[in-house]
Each structure stands twice: as C-alpha cells, then as structure tokens.
C-alpha cells in the first residue's frame, strides 16, 4: 500500500523560510520521480518542483531561486526548502510519486504565509 505523508507546513511570515517533508512507503522510492505541487484557493494544481531518480531537478518559473526540491533514498523522505516566502504561495502543498506501478498524492500540508 502506498502512501505519501507530508508534514511541516503552517504559517509564516513573508521572507521567511519553511521546510515541508513527505515520508514515503509502499514503492521503490529510489527510482520514483517525486515531485511536489501546490493547489491555492480558486485555482488549478500546480507543479512546484520535481526530482528525478538521478537527482536531476526542475522548478515552477514562480518558485525557482527561492525553493529546493530534495530526496534521501536511504530514508524514502522528500523535502522541499522553501525560503524568501510570499503572501501568495499560500497553498495547500502535495507530495506526488511518479512510480511504475502509477501515480499516487498525499493528503497535503497547509501552507500560509501572512503578516
């Protein structure tokens, strides 16, 4: 049974910094692309980042220079840094496994970032 359990979301100031995990069982986490997206309200899913099974990575032209995407593989847990926050990457952030066996979603973590 797959699952994908995020954590480490909450509120923020703008220009701070957060950093979100996602804990993942049930699949070969070292050869799943894994990737991270962001739903905010009244608006489509989005891609925020991805990482390859080689470590290879890509950003969402709104988030590149200020979020790093991560994995470790000993430990099957995907991270993403997220810093010089804005008022509008408030979201609800998913963690996504791309496997061979399908593509599978976490429940998400709350993201909001205000003064």
């Known amino acids: 049974q797959v699952q994908l359990v995020e954590s480490g979301g909450g509120l923020v100031q703008p220009g701070g910094s957060l950093t979100l995990s996602c804990v993942a069982s049930g699949f070969r986490f070292s050869v799943a692309t894994m990737a991270w997206y962001r739903q905010a309200p009244g608006k489509q899913r989005e891609l925020v980042a991805n990482i390859g099974r080689g470590f290879a990575t890509d950003y969402g032209d709104s988030v590149r220079g200020r979020f790093t995407i991560s994995r470790d593989n000993t430990n099957s847990v995907l991270y993403l840094q997220m810093d010089s926050l804005k008022p509008e990457d408030t979201a609800v952030y998913y963690c996504?496994?791309?496997?061979?066996?399908?593509?599978?979603w976490g429940q998400g973590t709350q993201v909001t970032v205000s003064s």
């Open positions: 996504n496994a791309d496997t061979f066996n399908g593509e599978y």
